[in-house]
């Protein structure tokens, strides 16, 4: 059975630090793999996607990275804001054809001024 | 220009009640589903629906109905409210497994 699991959960950090975000999984065999932002009162935004053939995706000061074999991902966040304060949540679908993500636990960030 | 609009976004009702979620998505998407993030901010699979077509159902009481009209609706339907279904619940899309998922804002549910 897939479990996800993200350290640490809370994360406090002073403006204009580099920061990363741990995501691990048991079951190595993902199709895929999400990183999301959740907004107290507001939905899901994803962040980055890799694709299991990938090992990193990057979206301005974000990137994500992904090793299989060892069941982790990272998310770094270089030069970290206040307004990057939220939840970070990883997901991954197991397998193709499972229409379905399974979430971890999140990391609640806040980026202090 | 809401990609994946879900209505309410607040709903207070009291037990015993049946309520619906509706959830609407104009980005074209194949498929569609329901999560339930609990008082844990843990998220959950309940249904997923690829062109109208249900293909995930999990461990959910047969209380939670899901149905859709069209591709791209896929509203939530649930009898007799318990305390225990109180958590926001979030709907979201996708055009294939590949591009990954667009969530909508959630709706909170508050069963007294």
């Known amino acids: 059975k897939q479990e996800v699991t993200q350290i640490p959960a809370a994360l406090s950090v002073p403006e204009g630090e580099n920061l990363v975000l741990n995501c691990s999984f048991t079951d190595s065999a993902i199709y895929n793999l999400q990183w999301f932002r959740q907004d107290p009162g507001k939905g899901l935004t994803s962040l980055l996607l890799i694709q299991s053939s990938q090992r990193e995706q990057t979206s301005g000061r974000l990137n994500a990275s992904l090793d299989k074999s060892s069941g982790r991902s990272t998310l770094y966040i270089a030069a970290s804001q206040p307004g990057d304060s939220a939840t970070y949540l990883c997901a991954v679908e197991p397998t193709s054809g499972t229409y379905k993500y399974i979430f971890g636990t999140g990391t609640r960030l806040k980026v202090l001024a | 220009d809401t990609a994946v609009s879900q209505t309410p976004k607040y709903l207070v009702t009291q037990m015993g009640n049946d309520k619906s979620i509706k959830c609407e998505q104009n980005l074209g998407h194949d498929t569609m589903y329901w999560y339930k993030q609990d008082s844990k901010k843990f998220l959950k699979i309940m249904f997923s629906?690829?062109?109208?077509?249900?293909?995930i159902n999990e461990t959910v009481p047969n209380r939670f109905s899901p149905k859709s009209p069209d591709k791209a609706h896929l509203n939530l339907h649930i009898n007799s409210l318990e305390l225990g279904d109180s958590a926001v619940y979030f709907c979201?899309?996708?055009?294939?497994?590949?591009?990954?998922?667009?969530f909508g804002s959630g709706t909170r549910l508050t069963v007294v």
């Open positions: 979201a899309s996708s055009e294939v497994e590949e591009s990954g998922y667009t």
């Open positions: 629906y690829n062109n109208k077509e249900l293909i």
